[in-house]
């Protein structure tokens, strides 16, 4: 019997040490992925962290959320369901997944699946906005516009926090809902079809007082007012009116998880092609994290989303102002970059490093608060991977770090791919920049760049020689996120159109860091994206926009300053307010052409974008190719339609 139960443990120990070779000596596996099962493996998670990471348990264990790249095959659906996975949204060469950790290693072996990827959740990237865009001369139809437009039976679909469907802004004359979905993604009570989780509620749902659905407190009614401001009526008060104030509503109340973005949109365009409607979905979020290029997988699947008649429009982010980026240069050198965790709330602080050319090592070191060498990792070469160390100096730990440098040959790019993360171990240890400066070191030859992803960090601008060590600063370049990267996706960028307001108190609110009104946003994301094209698209007004506030975000408690006068309307800013302006044209637009293609629909924003001492030459990678104008790609479009052979 001991001898039985001796050869059992190490059968067991065997497995497990299998499990672990498939998995983190592949290169069919994400670099995310090996960093996660790494993380899992230090078992220092807390419940927060679990649902900050995605990550859900069930009766069949600890679920983890994955986009696949496939190889063509009808039977891949069926055999990740024996695993007892389920499989969300199935587009092109990818789908989204939910895969029990322990059946991982079965899941990478199967001939059918290319490539398994994993994503942290994204996160939330007009009585004045409106006018400035001329959507009002659009509402009013104005000559040469043979009728007014205001996107009616047209589909707009959001993917947000939640909406509050009680306000008159998103109801009918007669009280009904303009509402005709809403999909809560954060509680399973009836699964919409197609999908296994989360609960549907209709518009009759809606009428009769069945749905429970809530923009609670959590991000503000974010999407309550990114919803305002792409279709609301202005019921309410009779100003504050969206861009499209009679288009049709589909609303997706996400947890920011990567798959449920992308299912939202599936779940969008599904019924809006059931209904024979043309949609376009908003989505005023994003995350630092890929290869900034579109061709991440979540990218490529919400790319494979779009089609004539389904358009996708995507905030550029709001890192304009932060360094997120770095990039190194190395022809047979050495060259480093700080970074700091900006918060010790947040468990962990990640950078993603992309780079062709020869190979090049990475390794990880710290600086005191005196900018003095505490010490370093060892040197990382391509296909490489050290995992569980403590980063301690003088009798202090700092963090437990993981570098995974083992994709040598990214399928989708051909670009090595190396993640770099840090954990404080719960809090115990202070990895912030109270207590140290993070280092990112880099030795080779080759052209590197690197994002800190996840809200939790940034690269410092130190430069100059230390310690032997040749810095360069960080900078707020290449930072339009993803998915606003993709070609297929409309990025959006934002401009000032107001830095005052009076609040529900008559207190009178001015920003004191704001750019001039018609100058950019100092927060809009600018490209290039990694590979060298133009992002963002076009901007559109995204400072102090006034637009719906919803009931239960507890504003009036938390944000009393940025109340209106009447309490139904809220002050935000964000380029998540200028997406929605331009989800918002695109409804009217569709109203004038059905038919239109992603790729059309593009070009005309772009080719009727307006340009002002502000923007300067266009396009550029600020402002894209200027300033959205309603008014002018209506009219565009209506001269199109008449004539199609109108030189474009």
Not at 91 to 115: A, H, I
């Amino acid at each position: 019997y001991r001898m039985m139960f001796f050869l059992f443990i190490v059968f067991l120990l065997c497995s497990k040490m299998l499990f672990a070779a498939t998995l983190f000596d592949t290169q069919k596996v994400s670099p995310y992925v090996k960093i996660l099962l790494n993380r899992l493996e230090q078992k220092n998670l807390t419940s927060t962290d679990y649902k900050e990471m995605g990550l859900k348990k069930s009766a069949a264990g600890l679920e983890i959320p994955l986009i696949l790249g496939k190889n063509t095959s009808e039977s891949l659906r069926r055999k990740i369901q024996m695993l007892g996975g389920d499989v969300g949204t199935e587009s092109g060469r990818f789908m989204t997944v939910y895969v029990p950790e322990d059946r991982l290693n079965e899941l990478v072996r199967l001939d059918e699946v290319k490539y398994v990827s994993y994503f942290l959740p994204a996160h939330p990237a007009l009585n004045v906005s409106v006018p400035v865009i001329q959507a009002n001369r659009v509402h009013e139809g104005r000559t040469p516009l043979s009728r007014p437009f205001k996107g009616k039976n047209i589909v707009i679909g959001i993917i947000d926090s939640g909406v509050d469907y009680s306000s008159s802004d998103f109801r009918n004359p007669d009280g009904s809902t303009r509402i005709l979905y809403i999909w809560d993604q954060t509680t399973s009570v009836k699964t919409p079809a197609h999908f296994n989780y989360g609960t549907e509620w209709t518009s009759s749902d809606i009428n009769s007082g069945r749905c429970t659905e809530i923009d609670g407190p959590k991000n503000s009614g974010h999407g309550t007012h990114v919803t305002g401001i792409a279709a609301g009526n202005g019921a309410p008060e009779g100003k504050y009116i969206g861009v499209a104030p009679e288009a049709d509503i589909i609303f997706v109340k996400t947890d920011f998880d990567f798959n449920h973005i992308i299912d939202g949109a599936a779940y969008v365009f599904r019924h809006a092609e059931d209904l024979k409607k043309p949609s376009v979905v908003n989505l005023s979020l994003g995350t630092q994290q890929g290869p900034h290029d579109g061709t991440s997988p979540a990218a490529q699947l919400l790319a494979a989303e779009v089609n004539r008649g389904k358009i996708i429009v995507a905030a550029a982010s709001n890192e304009g102002n932060v360094n997120v980026h770095t990039r190194l240069a190395l022809s047979n050198e050495t060259k480093a970059t700080g970074f700091v965790a900006d918060s010790n709330d947040k468990h962990a602080v990640n950078v993603d490093v992309w780079y062709s050319g020869g190979a090049i090592d990475i390794a990880l070191a710290g600086l005191d608060t005196g900018l003095n060498l505490l010490g370093s990792s060892a040197w990382v070469r391509p296909g490489n991977r050290i995992s569980d160390k403590t980063f301690s100096a003088n009798g202090k730990s700092y963090g437990i770090y993981a570098i995974d440098a083992t994709e040598t040959k990214n399928p989708y790019n051909g670009l090595h791919h190396a993640v770099i993360e840090i954990t404080n171990n719960k809090g115990a240890y202070d990895f912030t920049s109270a207590a140290i400066t993070w280092v990112l070191k880099a030795r080779g030859t080759g052209t590197l760049h690197a994002w800190v992803y996840g809200e939790n960090g940034e690269f410092g601008d130190f430069t100059g020689t230390r310690d032997g060590l040749n810095f360069v600063g960080g900078n707020n370049r290449y930072s339009i996120g993803m998915p606003a990267t993709s070609p297929a996706i409309i990025a959006v960028g934002a401009f000032v159109t107001k830095t005052e307001w009076i609040n529900y108190k008559e207190q009178t609110y001015r920003l004191s860091t704001s750019n001039a009104v018609g100058d950019l946003s100092k927060f809009s994301s600018i490209g290039p994206t990694r590979d060298g094209r133009i992002k963002p698209d076009i901007t559109a007004p995204g400072q102090v926009i006034a637009s719906a506030m919803s009931a239960n975000a507890d504003d009036l408690q938390k944000r009393p300053e940025w109340v209106l006068p009447g309490e139904n309307y809220i002050i935000m800013q964000g380029t998540s307010m200028a997406s929605p302006h331009v989800a918002g044209t695109v409804a009217l637009m569709f109203e004038e052409n059905s038919d239109l293609t992603p790729d059309l629909a593009m070009q005309y924003l772009k080719q009727t974008a307006t340009f002002d001492h502000y923007t300067g030459s266009v396009p550029n990678n600020r402002w894209g190719y200027g300033k959205l104008n309603a008014f002018n790609v209506m009219v565009f479009l209506a001269k199109n339609k008449l004539n199609p052979k109108i030189k474009t």
